[in-house]
């Protein structure tokens, strides 16, 4: 369909230069907006944004609750606006560039690990500058330090904080189209349109973008304000597009890290110690190893004994090779045992006592315990440092931090040191901290080489990032069928938030002793928000013990605080005789919460006839402007949790989920029903198979066969996801959305089928171990030669 240029009786004409002014007049307002026109050959615009750009808190609505529960601090000012607010100034320095071949170019300064980010902020510059969707070209940003705290990816911020700079910057560069067009046909601007890249005349003269790039452009940097589409006009947003790199993704053509050809660049291995964090003390082989095939150098660094070869076959064998001393790590002799024994020494007390007579009391304590940060791509890494510069190669989520605290280490000023941020495989959370490149940058500086690092999978697992071990414990009172109050005091491992909000001052002062407890603090309290009226309410989160390698996964502290609270909600709804999805939805604060309960409740039959042995569990989810909630059946009798799978771990099944999900306003709804997905199988996971056991300081997990995710013979035969219809200007986040709803109604299941309310999880983490541990010495295992014997 052919857009319109806005009539200047409609409108004050865009383009002019800014004014101030409200949403009435001719100044920026709700769908106006200042942008720039950027001094260059061709036609390059960006965006000029403040507070604008959040989204209005909608006021909640009345509930039924005898007691409503205060807003909680994330209800006022979420992680999401905070990222948005700290990125919001330097929105201008992001830019679209149109070329001469009629293609949109822009640099996007975020991450793409798989969740589709690149397709979306595709669609959206195509959507305001009316250009078909393969005509944008988005590529990732190398690290730039001027970008502040605008180079963060994390807390499912991303299209959040950038739909609006998008939509303003491609709607200027449409703006400007237009008017060199006028110029060129000798047209008023207001008798033109856009259509498919090209702007049309009334007697259906068509001009190209590419052919009026030049003429667009500007000698000068000019401020002018703009007018963006209404919501209505959206032709491209809300629609379901595939990802611009599918095609690339199945046929092997997609470039990652490790794919990439940087001359000398040889494949690098690290061995490392048999305990987290352990040093090394001396090597008795080096030069036997060095002397070994293919092998370049071998050389002792901060970490391990690296070795950089003509392979990685090579670099596989020279690591088993190697006889080392090793010094104590960070958590010597430590196991699930005496981590528990720590937490519940570090629990903050709970304040309300039951009154007997007049309250009753649930009073739960709930075991999470660590979970593998690991994503299907390996931690690595490529660096070329020399002298007098460095340059760094790496899937990396906070790039700047990156940069500088390398630039720290090799004594270089940060602009000596370039980072190029590559597109990983998979993330949730773990590239956050650029380990492998600071890792890959120690070894070139000491080779005087440049070097191809990567991990090897029993590194990920033993001395990779991991999501901490914590306890929840849970006291909810209540009387004549009423929550009264709600405490939860979450304790936890300590989460390492070196990464910051992207930038070097903020990611130090998460290091300093103090620091970092006030920074988890405030994590904990931007992210978690209780869904529901529970009268006087208060979630509060201590830490302890920083020995360990943690991070930020998927949903940080959500997935562990949500299931905990859900299953309280199932206990007292049996204890006052109500309905777990009745209860829910009276209790429920906002609309948008109940619409998506009532949705799942409808498609998934809620309290239908269900087998001894399985059952239906429900929970819902809201963070970051985003609700979802999510209906799961599971079958735990004998026959399901007997069955036998070769080196595999089954147990009970879920057999059908149903997730209804609004992020209000969905610009990819087939990238948001992927996401979906993706977490509906974190959380399963995370509720009964994946977790790791700690024994003597080192975890036994050593691979993705050790460690129990959701396979397919554990996926639910049966899933429906349903998005939401969009009801808000702007999407909120979506990232890490499902996995709490998805964990908590697995759990909630779980305990119906079974009768007894689960307090550790994953559930199986006692069972015996279906696998025997690799040795942790040597720290790798042989390369495979039996792939096909373990195919099934």
Known sequence: ?????????????????????????????????????????TLTVAAQLGADALVPRQAEAATAALVPSLPGPAELLDLNELLTLAAAPTSNLITIRLDGDGTAHFALPRAEVGQGVTTSSAMIVAEELDLPLDKVRVTLADARPELLFNQLTGGSNTTYSTFTPLRVAAALARERLLRAAGLVLGEAVSTLTTKAGAVVSPLGTVLGYGELAAKAAVLTDTAVTVELKDRADFRVIGTGQRRLDALEAVTGRKKFAMDLQVPDALPTMVCRPPTINGTVRSVANLAAVRAMPGVTDVVAVSTGVAVRARTFGQCVDAVRALVVEWGPGTAEGASDATVLEELRRAELPLVVPPLPLLTKAVDA???????????????????????????IWGSLKAPIVAQEQIALALGLPPSAVRVHVTE????????????????????????????????HRTDDFRQGRTHPMSTSRVRATYS??????????????ATDFGHGIGDLLTAEAARLPVGDLVFSETMFELTQVSPYHLGVTTQLLAETDKGFNTGS???????????????????LARRTGKDGYAMRRGLAKDPRARAVLDKVAEVGEWGREMEPGTAQGIAVHAEY???????AEIDCRPGTVGRQIPNARTGPRVTKVVCAVDVGLAVNPRGLEAQMMGGISDGIALALTSGLHLRDGHFLEGSWDQYFYTRQWNTPPELRIVVMPSNGEKPGGAGELAVAGAMASVACAYGRATGTMPTVFPVNHAEALPFTPLPTV???????????????
């Not at 593998?372 to 007098?388: F, G, Q, Y």
């Not at 004549?480 to 491992?493: C, F, K, P």
């Open 1 to 41: 369909m052919a857009r319109r240029h806005p009539r200047q009786d409609d409108h004050p004409t865009s383009g002019e230069p800014a004014r101030p002014g409200g949403d009435d007049g001719p100044g920026i307002g709700r769908r106006r907006f200042l942008g720039y026109v950027l001094a260059a050959p």
């Open 365 to 391: 304590r709930f075991t999470f315990h660590f979970a593998s940060n690991a994503a299907l791509e390996t931690n690595c890494a490529i660096a070329d440092v020399r002298p007098d510069s460095a340059e």
């Open 424 to 455: 990983g495989g998979g993330s949730f959370g773990r590239k956050l901290f650029h380990d492998a490149a600071h890792e890959a940058a120690e070894i070139s500086r000491a080779l005087g080489k440049p070097v191809k690092l990567m991990w």
């Open 480 to 493: 004549l069928g009423e929550v009264l109050t709600y405490e939860q005091r979450h304790t936890s491992i």
């Open 553 to 571: 996964m998927r949903g940080i502290y959500s997935p562990n605080v949500r299931c905990a609270q859900e299953l309280v909600m199932d206990e």
């Open 625 to 631: 402007h985003s609700f979802v909630a999510v209906l």
């Open 778 to 792: 040597p720290p790798v295992p042989a390369s495979p030669v039996d792939g096909r014997d373990r195919a099934f």
